[in-house]
């Protein structure tokens, strides 16, 4: 049945070894390097307003549905969206108010919306199986937002489709906020940016070309929806929440001249502090929160944001170590204040209980289109961990391979990370609240998360797409 599933797409190598299959750029492939670079502006995604609300509860619409849109200068691509946007649109929800978001589906396929990061009602998670039907089924998804502020995104998790779909572009924002966020001063506004970002590969039609494990052919970098965008600021501080929606490829960001700027939250919303840093790495899922002062650049200053590849090489240096390039055109001009304090973490709980858990796929490429977790490929139909309601957990997480990068994502919680390879983690992007974890070749994370106020079935799972698709993935049942 897996074998089935993952057919979807011709399958290559696992490894970094061996290219996947077709993997030398075919004849009919984009060359990224000839797509040129800065000379679009990055958009925004539209903001998706609410068609009622109440004092409680906000209620949204939206649906799935193809559209052409121009994502190298010039050509159309035909993707997969939600409400016609590229990426999908952003929702800004409030801590305490219900988000109600009916869902139709008028594409071809069967969808699942997930949203990733929050803190859900089993019927409202999007699993695997409790699909939307194509052709205009429809599903409303009730998000309690019973949790504090938080960076979050929505995207597809239809089984063994979700990797084609989100690649396709069934990906959007849900930014959750809550008084202790809005008790910050930070910058709004115009001068507060979510960006999407991931890669994608092209066929020379500009079609978008989906295969599976297919890292080393997706060397086109897309933010917001374009190829290598520019985007114009004023000589202001701004707030950047970025967001690594990519299958499969890591980020490791930062400016031009490795000039410092300010990281001040991650998943699950702001750290206790901002940090002073030169760069920051995103697996896929995960997300920033930075602050980049433009104060400082004379006007006509532009400055890229590069990417450094490191844990998913592959591609053409060229292409995939651009990104976005800001061009400082903006008149305004005003010293930005950076706050001391961001957010008090909540205490942790003492953990009751304890648990190992591997991530492992063959290394020697070739037959290994498996990923496994605890040496076993996903079953739907089995329950692999049993969590007693309200309790708390400590997981031990390990990659046990030696050189395929994984990373960890947990439905329903937000997470802390204790230890990386035994080492207490007390400083770093990774002391604030996180849903998905990183794991470069051989390491161990431990996570504690504390399984609290839904029961119910719900996934963990590698968050390289792709390795979910293989297999890497599983499922623990809240009772
Ligand atoms: Cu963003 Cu189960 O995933
Ligand atoms: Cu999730
Ligand atoms: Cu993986």
Known sequence: MLKAGVATGAVGAAGLLIPATGGSAQASDLDPVNIPKFTQRMPLAPTLAPYSSTGTAEYYAMTMKEADVEIIPGRLTRVRTFNGSFPGPVIRAKSGV???VQQTNNLSVATSVHLHGAHVPEDSDGGPMDLIAPGG????????NQQPHANLWFHDHAHHQESENVFLGLSGTYLLTDDVEQGN????????????????????QGQLVYAMDDFLNRNVILANGKAWPYFEVARKLYRFRIFNTANMRYFNLSLTGNQPFTLIGTDGGLLPRPQEVTSVMLSPGERVDI??????????????LKNAPDAMPGGPADA????????????GKEFGTIPYDLRTLPALPPATVNRSITLSMDENGMASDLGYI?????????????????????????NANKIIPHNFHIHLVQFRVLERNGVPVTSGPEVGLKDTVNLNPGETVKI??????????????????????????????IV
């Open 374 to 398: 605890n040496g076993l490929v996903y079953d739907m139909n089995r329950v692999d961990t049993q969590i007693a309601y309200g309790s708390t957990e400590i997981w031990t997480v390990t």
């Open 137 to 144: 089924g429809t599903k409303t998804y009730t998000y309690p």
């Open 448 to 477: 504690q998360a504390t399984f609290t106020g839904y029961r119910g079935t719900y996934l963990y799972h590698c968050h390289i797409f792709d390795h979910a698709a293989m297999g890497m993935m599983a499922t623990m049942k």
């Open 291 to 304: 602050m980049i002062d433009f104060y400082e650049y004379p006007l006509g200053t532009t400055l890229e």
């Open 185 to 204: 001063v930070l910058p709004k506004g115009a001068y507060d940016i979510p960006i999407q970002l991931r890669d994608a590969r092209f066929n020379d």
């Open 98 to 100: 219900r988000a109600v």
């Open 320 to 331: 995939i170590t651009k990104v976005l390039q800001f061009r400082v055109t903006g008149t």
